[in-house]
């Protein structure tokens, strides 16, 4: 049941993501003609030439790349992208006469942005994606490494510098805002804004430095067994996961009990397990 329920929620996000995505390109992108990344790009391209509807085109041309690279991902993504795809056309459909009024061009770079980057991180975060090169991106992400939104932000940018003879050079650097905007905006809805931080500890007083971590920011504490490599004597480092908000405390706690102690702090990306998320959810 909790399966069922579970995917119901995907799907769901998925669907609003993809209404959202509409918006932002019938609200924000085309009224005010900018270019975009992407397949949307292309099809923004070929409205402004020869009036091609693009939730026809987007239709078109994605379903055509799902028809690619359908092997490349599993069941449920394509299942979650033949959806988004889908939603995302009949939605820009309906709303393509709908406005609204706003003649500042930086903040309808940045809404136009926030919208697009939101729309499309929802579909990611579900499980699917939006076809394009959101499906370039995944392949990069799956075996290149790439993080997805900056691959999507690579891939966008040589679409979207391909607007700059039809759109012109100021319109072509708000677009760029505009992606630089729209990727942040996905980055966070799809890894999430996670304050936490991963600390190490080297310190010949590990014990006490253990305890008052366990005692005052009740926070477990893991003790990894290593050695010096130029004293080649046996050391032990101590790794915990602390909120952002913590960090000045522990700092604190280590000033205090030695001085002397080796520490680095840096961002943990998610964190899934007891005092934090759970990670079936």
């Known amino acids: 049941m909790n399966v069922v329920k579970t995917r119901m929620m995907e799907v769901l996000s998925v669907i609003l993501g993809s209404f959202i995505f509409a918006l932002g390109i019938n609200l924000f992108v085309i009224p005010h003609e900018f270019g975009e990344g992407g397949v949307t790009g292309v099809t923004i391209i070929l409205y402004y030439l020869f009036a091609f509807q693009p939730w026809l085109t987007s239709l078109i041309i994605n379903s055509c790349l799902i028809l690619i690279g359908y092997k490349f991902l599993g069941k449920l993504t394509t299942l979650y992208t033949i959806i988004a795809v889908a939603a995302h056309s009949f939605f820009l459909g309906i709303s393509h006469n709908w406005s609204i009024t706003s003649n500042e061009p930086m903040i309808n770079a940045i809404f136009g942005g926030l919208m697009v980057g939101l ?163």
């Open 119 to 281: 729309g499309i991180g929802l579909i990611v975060r579900a499980g699917g994606t939006s076809a394009g090169t959101v499906i370039l991106a995944r392949l990069m992400n799956k075996y290149l490494n790439w993080n997805i939104s900056y691959a999507l932000l690579f891939f966008d940018l040589i679409v979207a510098f391909s607007c700059y003879f039809i759109i012109g050079a100021e319109k072509l650097m708000l677009t760029i805002v505009m992606l630089f905007v729209g990727t942040k905006v996905m980055d966070f809805v799809v890894e999430g804004l996670n304050p936490k931080k991963a600390v190490t500890i080297i310190s010949e007083k590990q014990d006490e430095i253990a305890e008052q971590v366990s005692h005052v920011l009740d926070r477990g504490v893991t003790v990894l067994t290593g050695y010096g490599y130029y004293t080649k004597l046996p050391k032990e480092v101590l790794y915990t996961v602390i909120n952002k908000q913590e960090v000045t405390t522990l700092k604190k706690i280590i000033r205090k009990t030695d001085k002397n102690a080796f520490v680095t702090i840096h961002d943990a990306r998610d964190v899934f397990g007891e005092g934090f998320v759970d990670i079936s959810k």
